[in-house]
């Protein structure tokens, strides 16, 4: 039934004569320029220097009846061809009658309330080589209904295709999994990922992947609540396999696994003071006795809440200060999987298995943002961000965006990542882009 | 003389005779207010010039809805088209006539919609020397009014009203403002910062009959302590239209 009624969303509808009268169209889009460098890491199978081609090509089309929308983003990287990419953000339709929106085809949706901890921003997947507290989204097919009722808007959600998110390659500095040298045999590589049913079979074949949810959002009293409840397939937290079914080419696999996640945001709006709040909680779904054929699969249901606050100013004469301070926790997670495990593979083991978790378990941010407030936009931003039990990991980041004439847009700035690694000889997950500092200079047009 | 030209001409009358400067200046806000009500919806395509003190001109572009609230602040949503990297961020505002302001902005690029603290309306819009606080719904209930006198500009007849903020965040100690009677709208305003100097004047320029109310079609803004001045203007300008309360829910930004 849902079925036929995208395929009709997609395919019929738009061919009839009636969704088209009155036809408008407009462009819109960017292209530029991304260099970045790193500090050397004396590794020459990393690539420490970045320069890519960036676009963005978006294209609106609304009759009276219905509205079409097209974003697609590209970036090629003239020096690290495994980073280069092209995905469609948005490419949807959209009709509206009365108290009711379809929206069917690819979307990015944002449910977030905080600016660098996003635990209830669950649906999309993600681009990890991009800013890894703000990582570029990827646009998943859906079919959204969206009707007024219960005071707010509720909106049910219908995704057939999980999108599989984009992870740094192995010559990327931003790397979350470096080849394992055994030293016996083989070293180990990535493999595709696998993914999981919710009966718990194993496929790699194909993406269909039936996902549902639905979305409650109500503003009131200087106030934006939204609460959501999702089933589908998690694709930021795998579980990592070593699968030795190929003995001369060993390779680690990420096992996506099915999750029932209930989540909630919440702004409020006091004076001078913004309120931000987030949070989730995750169920997995695993096979009887937790065993699948590449190992066992631990158990893991755990909750993250994100806090932040908010207070800005406007300066005597010109410029705008705004100071956020934001925290994020993990709670409920196994006691036998420690909270900071990242990818921990064992090559020695049989069969070993690892969790990549979030990268902002025990964190907290302390971010300054300045707006000159002058004509050309001139923004300085400086933030830390530390987590609060291993307060030798941090990420700092200082940067200035000005737009140049009216079509231009240029930023440059600097990152500095300390994750040390628990076993210097193997860093695993994200210790892996421990002190990947880097300094970037960005620059856009816009047409 | 028609019967609502000898109700004007009575509620004038009845201006002049109120016992203090508040009490008229409060009575020349209410009856400026109560002319201009009623246009039930506002549809306009802007224009911004930002002019800095060498002369240089930068273009900002925006399209703006205004649904008109009885009873309350209106509701306004503004999109910005020009320059090319905020094409497509949209402000939701809810005026409120005694609490602060409901405030939201669709960022397009992560197609994010985040509200904002309305407190801080001091700030320059677009980097205009308009404030967002000189172009938000100014609700009666926001200012203490005085009546200063009665003047002429350009031969017509006029009032000069001085209203302070109730709002301690505002930018401004206060503000003077000539209204015509005759319009029953302002044609200029003087705006003094928190120490008590004047830093800047708005010039109502070119109003204009539209659907039977009186509406400016450029504002001029010159800053005397920058030196810089901004000038808005209004490329089209609709009233009474009917606009659709889902354009003014913040859960339809991203539409």
């Known amino acids: 039934m849902i079925r036929n009624l995208c395929t009709w969303m997609l395919c019929v509808w738009p061919m009839t004569a009636q969704a088209w009268p009155q036809l408008s169209l407009e462009s ?72 009711l929106r379809l929206r069917a085809g690819y979307q990015r949706l944002n449910w977030t309330a905080t600016e660098a901890f996003h635990p209830a921003d669950i649906v999309n997947a993600r681009y990890w080589d991009s800013t890894i507290e703000n990582q570029e989204k990827l646009g998943e097919p859906m079919l959204a209904v969206r009707l007024k009722a219960l005071g707010g808007d509720v909106e049910f959600y ?104 209930l989540g909630f945001t919440y702004v409020q709006a006091l ?114 961000i530390v987590d609060v039990l291993r307060p030798q990991e941090f990420l700092l980041t200082a940067s200035v965006e000005r737009r140049l004439g009216e079509t231009w847009l240029a930023s440059t700035g600097v990152r500095v990542v300390r994750i040390p690694p628990k076993d210097p000889k193997a860093p695993q997950g994200f210790e892996n882009m421990n002190d990947a500092h880097q300094i970037f200079v960005n620059v856009k047009r816009y047409f | ?109 992560v197609k994010r919609v985040k509200r904002i603290a309305s407190r801080n309306k001091s700030g320059s819009f677009m980097g205009s020397e308009f404030s967002y606080e000189d172009l938000g719904s100014p609700e009666i209930e926001k200012f203490k009014h005085k009546f200063l006198g009665d003047v002429t500009v350009n031969g017509r007849p006029c009032w000069r009203l001085e209203r302070i903020p109730v709002d301690p965040t505002s930018g401004y100690s206060k503000e003077v403002t000539v209204i015509d009677q005759g319009m029953m709208n302002p044609v200029s305003i003087e705006y003094y910062d928190r120490k008590g100097d004047l830093l800047k004047t708005g010039t109502f320029e070119n109003y204009a009959q539209i659907s039977g109310y009186f509406r400016v079609q450029s504002i001029r803004m010159e800053n005397h302590q920058t030196k810089k001045s901004s000038i808005l203007s209004w490329k089209s300008r609709e009233l009474g239209v ?14």
């Not at chain 1, 081609?53 to 983003?73: H, M, N, P, Q, W």
């Not at chain 1, 100071?323 to 921990?344: C, R, T, Y």
């Not at chain 2, 497509?88 to 302001?101: C, E, I, P, Q």
């Not at chain 2, 009917?242 to 539409?255: I, K, P, R, T, W």
Request: aromatic share 10%.
């Open chain 1, 28 to 99: 819109r889009g960017e292209l530029g320029a991304e260099f970045r460098s790193f500090t050397p890491d004396d590794d020459s199978s990393t690539q420490d220097l970045n320069f890519a081609v960036v676009g963005r090509l978006g294209i609106d089309a609304s009759t009276k009846y219905i509205e079409a929308k097209g974003l697609a983003f590209f970036r090629y990287d003239a020096l690290d061809s495994e980073r280069s990419k092209i995905f469609v953000e948005d490419g949807y339709l959209e009709m509206k009658r009365g108290m």
């Open chain 1, 158 to 261: 219908y995704r057939p295709i999980a999108v599989d998110p984009v992870f740094p390659s192995t010559r990327s500095r931003m790397r979350v999994f470096a080849p394992i040298h055994t030293g016996v045999g083989a070293d180990v590589t990535l493999g595709d990922p696998v993914r999981m049913r919710f009966n718990g079979d194993l496929y790699t074949d194909h993406f269909a992947y039936e996902q549902w949810g639905a979305r409650i959002q109500r503003s009131f009293a200087g106030a934006d609540l939204g609460v959501h409840v999702m089933q589908h397939l998690d694709r930021t937290t795998p579980v990592v396999f070593l699968d030795t079914t190929e003995a001369s080419s060993p390779k680690a696999r990420m096992l996506f696994q099915p999750v029932t996640v």
């Open chain 1, 271 to 384: 004076g001078s003071f913004l309120i931000k709040m987030e949070g989730a909680y995750q169920w997995y779904m695993r096979p009887r006795g937790g065993q699948t054929p590449l190992g066992m699969v631990p158990e893991r249901n755990y909750g993250s809440v994100a806090l932040g606050l908010e207070y800005g100013f406007n300066h005597q004469g010109r410029g705008t200060s705004t100071f956020i301070l934001e925290g994020q926790g993990i709670f409920g997670f196994p006691k036998n999987q420690p909270v900071d495990a990242s990818i921990f593979l064992i090559p020695q083991a049989s069969r070993p298995v690892g969790l990549l978790t979030p990268l902002f378990n025990h964190d907290v941010m302390l971010a300054y943002r300045y707006s000159f407030d002058d004509e050309s936009s001139t923004t300085v931003l400086c933030s830390a």
């Open chain 2, 1 to 109: 003389m028609n019967y609502t030209a000898a109700l004007f001409l009575l509620l004038i009358s009845s201006s002049a005779q109120a016992a203090t400067p508040e009490e008229r200046g409060l009575e020349i806000a209410r009856m400026v207010h109560k002319t201009n009500e009623g246009f039930k919806g506002e549809k306009s395509e802007l224009e911004m010039i930002l002019i800095n003190a060498h002369g240089d001109r930068t273009v900002r572009r925006m399209a703006s809805l205004i649904r008109e609230v009885v009873g309350e602040g209106d509701k306004s949503r503004i999109e910005f088209q020009w320059p090319a990297d905020v094409k497509g961020t949209r402000m939701l505002t809810w005026s409120h006539k005694a609490s602060d302001d409901d405030q939201w902005l669709f960022l397009p690029a």
């Open chain 2, 242 to 255: 009917s606009l659709d309360d889902a354009l003014f829910d913040s859960n339809e930004l991203d539409g």
